[in-house]
């Protein structure tokens, strides 16, 4: 999983039908430094992430489990919020 | 997911049998800037994305279900569009 | 999907042995200013791709699916050409 | 596979139901100069690895199946620790 | 797939039950010059890769299966050896 900011949200009319009525969060991932890079990612959320938050996303099969977990397979996404963060403990004795 | 320009498209006479009739375009991952990266996907369009739009674009079993819902694993493809944006809301504020 | 160039093959007499009979060319990514790349990776090939062509690749699930049509996961690769390239159009305009 | 040097941990109150009691650690992938990166992936751990130490982390299925092996799809997570390093070694002659 | 050089192995006597007597390999992913990078994978072996040989390593469920060709989705890892390179034929006329 990675860790990034929600910097905004996306809006898409026209989409696959079964990605209907799902919030699309754009994020940032961040570093050791927790700079953010300037790549985006475009994850689904319904843990109600908000713009600043930093959240764990993560990828393929895990990412539909998080949105739909009684069917994850029918999800055209592959890419979720999973959890949002509270704390991050780095030991900085550890860093380059 | 990622959000991508379209630039182009690509044809094939030769190709796997399962990926007869689809259409192929050729799109240009964008950063947070909104910048296009030289970098380029190929990717399975159902939606009909046209040249010069900004699309979301899934990887793996989520692509296949975008092209083929009954019956994705069907499909020698691992990239799809599954969305046609119509809005980027991004919080200037922050990005670095 | 992503588009390379084919430059090589690569032979294994040690290999896995659902990999028995199967031809692995050397192909190089190319970006949208369709200059190859240094990076390389290794794809099975059904299709008779021959050197200095451009293909169309698929990773994971859709390699194999190109492969084995009736049996993808028997095999022991993630990465095969999907399709052998005629035309690439790329609107100029849309580049930066 | 990939190494990493485990530097810290994370918590989220509100995450995906799936994830409820499980540890995530912040980990740094390392290179062949066994120099950490500035890159972090977040990886779910029950081997108990500390602050400090050298892992081998896994992507998708395979860590899943690490982290449950009786139910590995019923998790939202796409990372985990599989072993904790004892000794690496590398045979410099064969480094550039 | 990707074309690596084997430079070390690595060892862990704390692990996922489900890796236990697996010969786990460090190598080095190389490019189109064939030049070693500095990054590493680590890479279960079962073919028998010694120090400085070129292999062919793959990914995901092809790694499994190549290491389990019974029951894949019992193993927790996703690289593996899939070839032990005899012979890489590039035609340098192609290369940039």
Tied chains: 1, 2, 3, 4, 5.
Excluded: Q
Excluded at 23 to 36: G, M, Q, R, T
């Amino acid at each position: 999983m990675f860790l990034a900011k929600v910097v905004g949200s996306v809006w898409a009319t026209k989409k696959t039908d079964n990605l209907d009525n799902l919030k699309f969060l754009v994020v940032n991932p961040i570093n050791l430094k927790k700079e953010p890079l300037t790549d985006v990612v475009v994850v689904a959320d319904v843990l109600g992430a908000g713009i600043g938050e930093t959240v764990i996303c993560a990828y393929g099969h895990a990412a539909r489990k998080a949105i739909a977990p009684d069917d994850p397979s029918a999800l055209s996404l592959e890419a979720a919020v999973v959890g949002i963060v509270d704390k991050i403990d780095i030991d900085k004795s550890k860093i380059k």
